[in-house]
């Protein structure tokens, strides 16, 4: 029978865990959350379960293109489309731009890439507006473009295989407002969204104070900053210092992993807790040893996965959801034997693969 994609049973569905002990390669049925009607900055998600192809009907040739592959998370994302281009019996080939402030590199290498006779076009976009003479053009052109992660504007696009940092931020509020409901004893929570002014960074922090609204948690004044861990450890020692009764420190995942070592030092465990509002290898550790308390999970291994299935989709006529990311779930200590870290972060001591063939 032909793998469809199948709207969610029942609620519990939409909260189970990811793919709980299946291999990497066996990484669906997942649950996931089509955006309503696509595109749409205030479309409603809806619960599914996402099943890809068993296989591609031909070996199309995909091209993929990201920002950089300096860090895990990009890392995290390359894994999900090699892997996902190899078991559907696709060529993938990749490109990084260097850093986000490469965006004509990425127009260059886009154009090198379709020239070669790319079928399909994964764009993890340097820039939200930036690529959009670029999306049409190739779009006039008949071959598909996917926008995975970052979002890119154009609604030329074909399909989009992303979550919202509104929802990790929001997700991450929700974790401590539950813990600490309207009425019982007031906390407080430091807290470190990350560069004033990223897009990414005012979405977090927009869904994070939504969620702790009424709740009894009390965010003291955003702490804005580079995510280099010098600048997020010396932010976090001011908050500590001005506010000796602080609960909770919440923020990115460079704060989460640098003020393990102060909190340890200063005798602060059980006293100060942390929490960051996205995963990555180092979070993880912390929350796997006891010393960083949650963190939501966007899967970019399943976005990575998705934008492929997408593409090779398109390709072949076949439905497809046109905009859709995993469910959202936060990581924690009760948890996280259960997850299979294949699916929410790149496997220890992976290496970048740019192509398949």
Same mark, same amino acid.
């Given at each position: 029978?032909? =793998?469809?994609? &199948?709207?969610?049973?029942?609620?519990?569905?939409?909260?189970?865990l990811?793919?709980?002990?299946?291999?990497a390669e066996?990484?669906?049925?997942?649950?996931?959350?089509?955006?309503? =009607?696509?595109?749409?900055?205030?479309?409603? /998600?809806?619960?599914?379960?996402?099943? %890809?192809?068993?296989?591609?009907?031909?070996?199309?040739?995909?091209?993929?293109?990201?920002?950089?592959?300096?860090?895990?998370?990009?890392?995290?994302?390359?894994?999900? +489309?090699?892997?996902?281009? !190899? &078991?559907l019996?696709?060529?993938?080939?990749?490109?990084?731009? #260097?850093?986000?402030?490469?965006?004509?590199?990425?127009?260059? @290498?886009?154009?090198?890439?379709?020239?070669?006779?790319?079928?399909?076009?994964?764009?993890?976009?340097?820039?939200?507006?930036?690529?959009?003479?670029? /999306?049409?053009?190739?779009?006039?052109?008949?071959?598909?473009?996917?926008?995975?992660?970052? #979002?890119?504007?154009?609604?030329?696009?074909?399909?989009?295989?992303? +979550?919202s940092?509104?929802?990790?931020? *929001?997700?991450?509020?929700?974790?401590?407002?539950?813990r600490?409901?309207?009425?019982?004893?007031?906390?407080? /929570?430091?807290?470190?969204p990350?560069?004033?002014?990223?897009?990414?960074?005012?979405?977090?922090?927009?869904?994070?104070?939504?969620?702790? @609204?009424?709740?009894?948690?009390?965010?003291?004044? %955003?702490?804005?900053?580079d995510? #280099?861990?010098?600048?997020?450890?010396?932010?976090?020692e001011d908050?500590? @210092?001005?506010?000796?009764?602080?609960?909770?420190?919440?923020?990115?995942?460079?704060?989460?992993?640098?003020?393990?070592?102060?909190?340890?030092? !200063?005798?602060?465990?059980?006293?100060v807790?942390?929490?960051?509002?996205?995963?990555?290898?180092?979070?993880?550790?912390?929350?796997?040893?006891?010393?960083?308390?949650?963190?939501?999970?966007?899967?970019?291994?399943?976005?990575?996965?998705?934008?492929?299935?997408?593409?090779? !989709?398109?390709?072949?006529?076949?439905? *497809?959801?046109?905009? +859709?990311?995993?469910?959202?779930?936060?990581?924690? %200590?009760?948890?996280?034997?259960?997850?299979?870290?294949?699916?929410i972060?790149?496997?220890?001591?992976?290496?970048?693969?740019?192509? +398949?063939?």
């Amino acid at each position: 029978m032909k =793998p469809i994609l &199948r709207t969610a049973i029942a609620a519990a569905m939409a909260v189970s865990l990811p793919a709980l002990g299946h291999a990497a390669e066996n990484w669906y049925p997942f649950p996931a959350e089509e955006v309503v =009607p696509p595109f749409s900055a205030d479309g409603k /998600v809806k619960p599914i379960t996402y099943v %890809p192809l068993e296989k591609a009907s031909k070996k199309w040739n995909i091209c993929v293109s990201f920002p950089h592959m300096k860090d895990a998370y990009w890392l995290g994302v390359d894994f999900g +489309v090699a892997e996902e281009a !190899r &078991r559907l019996g696709v060529k993938m080939n990749l490109v990084e731009a #260097g850093g986000y402030t490469e965006l004509n590199k990425q127009i260059g @290498q886009i154009e090198d890439c379709v020239a070669g006779g790319a079928d399909a076009v994964v764009i993890g976009a340097i820039s939200y507006d930036g690529l959009n003479k670029l /999306v049409e053009d190739i779009a006039a052109r008949g071959i598909p473009v996917i926008d995975v992660i970052n #979002g890119i504007s154009s609604p030329a696009v074909s399909a989009k295989s992303l +979550v919202s940092f509104k929802t990790m931020g *929001y997700e991450a509020g929700r974790f401590l407002a539950e813990r600490h409901p309207a009425g019982s004893a007031p906390v407080k /929570v430091g807290w470190f969204p990350g560069p004033a002014g990223a897009g990414w960074v005012e979405a977090a922090n927009a869904g994070f104070m939504e969620a702790v @609204q009424g709740s009894a948690v009390e965010v003291l004044e %955003p702490r804005y900053g580079d995510t #280099g861990k010098e600048t997020q450890l010396k932010l976090v020692e001011d908050v500590l @210092q001005a506010n000796p009764d602080v609960r909770y420190l919440a923020g990115t995942a460079v704060t989460a992993e640098a003020a393990q070592g102060l909190i340890r030092e !200063r005798g602060l465990q059980g006293k100060v807790d942390l929490m960051a509002f996205y995963m990555t290898p180092g979070v993880y550790t912390g929350i796997k040893r006891g010393f960083i308390l949650a963190a939501p999970a966007d899967s970019m291994v399943i976005q990575g996965r998705i934008a492929i299935d997408q593409a090779v !989709r398109i390709l072949e006529g076949k439905d *497809y959801v046109k905009h +859709v990311g995993p469910k959202i779930f936060v990581v924690n %200590p009760d948890n996280i034997n259960d997850v299979n870290r294949d699916n929410i972060l790149p496997p220890p001591g992976y290496k970048p693969v740019f192509s +398949v063939n």
